[in-house]
């Protein structure tokens, strides 16, 4: 399985430590998980350790102001969730307005 992480709306703070540790301690193979991925802006993804099994992808949009990120969140996570071939999507920020 493919987990897709959105991480569009954590940008600092107790959000960016809790994905960072999270990911740092994490054995998503044991959980059947094949890859993960994570969307991000460059800060949040630079914090973001290297593994094997892990995929970060930066997205520009997402070094912007709050409309640019909502926009990006609502029309083009989706798109880009079903084009990794995620299975499940989780979104440690708590809000999530798109169909997936």
């Excluded at 959105?6 to 059947?32: K, Q």
């Excluded at 949009?61 to 084009?83: H, K, N, S, T």
Aim: with cysteine.
């Amino acid at each position: 399985m493919h987990l897709g992480i959105d991480a569009s709306n954590i940008r600092a703070g107790g959000g960016v430590i809790h994905l960072v540790e999270l990911l740092r301690t994490a054995s998503p193979r044991e959980l059947g998980f094949d890859q993960v991925t994570v969307w991000g802006g460059a800060s949040t993804l630079g914090r973001v350790d290297e593994r094997p099994w892990l995929r970060k992808v930066h997205e520009p949009f997402l070094d912007r102001v709050l409309p640019m990120r909502v926009y990006w969140q609502r029309f083009v996570l989706d798109l880009r969730v079903c084009a990794a071939g995620c299975n499940i999507l989780f979104v440690p920020g708590g809000s999530y307005s798109g169909t997936f």
